[in-house]
């Protein structure tokens, strides 16, 4: 089955940085967009960035354009957040989620999704 596997999530003081990662099994990495979402407590889930299945494109919320970069491996089936400048409302639980169509902003439109890495960004 498919599974996605995100780590590298801790207590970061504000302006820090962090990379996560995305492990992914049982299904062929290649074929699938990518994407970052998060959860801030008692907030709706939110896009932060995604990336198309070979990393031309690359797409970001406002929120983290210019301090947030989404990349991948596909020979380690692997996709990264690395975040830098972070700041105390980037705290939220960070979930990677694959999907078929062209890199998206739309929740919806991803198939599979990981089970989450806890950030959190101290001040």
């Known amino acids: 089955q498919v599974q996605l596997v995100e780590s590298g999530g801790r207590l970061v003081q504000a302006g820090g940085s962090l990379r996560l990662s995305c492990a992914a099994s049982?299904?062929?990495?290649?074929?699938?967009?990518m994407g970052w979402f998060r959860q801030a407590p008692g907030k709706k889930r939110e896009f932060a960035a995604a990336?198309?299945?070979?990393?031309?494109?690359?797409y970001y919320a406002d929120s983290v354009k210019g301090r947030f970069t989404i990349s991948r491996d596909n020979a380690k089936n692997t996709v990264y957040l690395q975040m830098n400048s972070l700041k105390p409302e980037d705290t939220a639980v960070y979930y990677c989620?694959?999907?078929?169509?062209?890199?998206?902003?739309?929740?919806?439109?991803?198939?599979?999704w990981g089970q989450g890495t806890q950030v959190t960004v101290s001040s």
């Open positions: 049982g299904l062929t990495f290649s074929n699938y967009a």
């Open positions: 990336i198309s299945w070979n990393g031309g494109n690359t």
């Open positions: 989620a694959a999907g078929t169509v062209t890199a998206t902003l739309n929740a919806y439109e991803y198939l599979y």
